[in-house]
């Protein structure tokens, strides 16, 4: 882990997507965090240890999604596939499809295996794996704030975690989409998907991943603005599917009030023609109950005290 002295950053931007507005004044304590996401390798010893089953890993319950046809209801988690052509880019189901038997183990269905990628993310977590595995390491999930604190590496408001160029002298800096998305994947960063977690650099505090490869999950529940009038929690709930009367929804989901969580970083998948959120301001809801193939996590350790608005 590395050690994150506390401090007052500008977080947020007010340049992109509507959600990262308003840029704000935020102070954060002092913290340890990972300094890569969660790993297979490290995953895997906590399934050992504890015998831990992921979400995606169960059949859903009926009684938590009312109304949902019975052969919806498998075990599985959303994988991306890509087409071979262009698509309408408001249609993510163009691209992603809840396929049956992945999970971290098998990322990209069934017939697939983690081998050889001891190294790489774990991915297909959803945010109750994440908050248990947390839990076990005698850790927690970071606030969206302490996450953008650290990966912004001391550059504040700088429009990436090593300053203000994307490929500075045409350098990939993370493992981003190159091409058009999502059927033209140029590979130039020499990925297609995950890649293993040391192999970009790290940012001025020493952490790897802040941007791309895969999404990672915060405490935070989702608002599709920042507030400025409140404090950002820090808690944690005991129950991971929500309980807070502040919490976010899924809006295509009203009738199971799925609460939504805030990732950061951006992924693999994030293009310029599509998601640019390859930066430390970019914020994304997930529904906690959702794993996909380009989702991870990592952990923090508190000095003291709670980040806050000021």
Known sequence: MIRISGGTFRMGSDRHYPEEAPVHRVTVDGFLIDRTPV???????????????????????????PGAPPHMLYAGSLVFSPPDHPVDLRDWSQWWILLKGADWRHPTGPKSNIHGLDN???????????????RWAGKYLPTEAEWEFAARGGLDQAEFA???????????MANTWQGAFPFQNLAQDGFERTSPV??????????????????????????????????????????PRGGDEGQSYDPCQPQTR???RVLKGGSHLCAPNYCR????????????DTSTSHVGFRCIIRERGRSHDQ
Request: glycine share 4%.
């Open 258 to 260: 799925i609460p939504r």
């Open 120 to 134: 790489h993310p774990v991915v297909h977590v959803a945010y109750a794996d994440a908050l248990a595995y947390a």
């Open 277 to 288: 959120r390859y930066r430390p301001a970019a914020r994304h809801p997930q529904p906690v």
């Open 39 to 65: 790993t297979n390798r490290q995953f895997r010893d906590f399934v050992r240890a504890t015998g831990h089953v992921t979400f995606a890993e169960k059949r859903p319950d009926p009684k938590d999604y």
């Open 198 to 239: 040391t192999a970009f650099p790290p940012n001025a505090y020493g952490l790897y991943d802040m941007i791309g490869n895969v999404w990672e999950w915060t405490s935070d529940f989702y608002a599709p603005k920042h507030p400025t009038d409140a404090p950002k929690a820090c808690c944690i709930p005991e129950n």
């Open 162 to 172: 090593w300053g203000d160029e994307l490929t500075p002298d045409g350098r990939q």
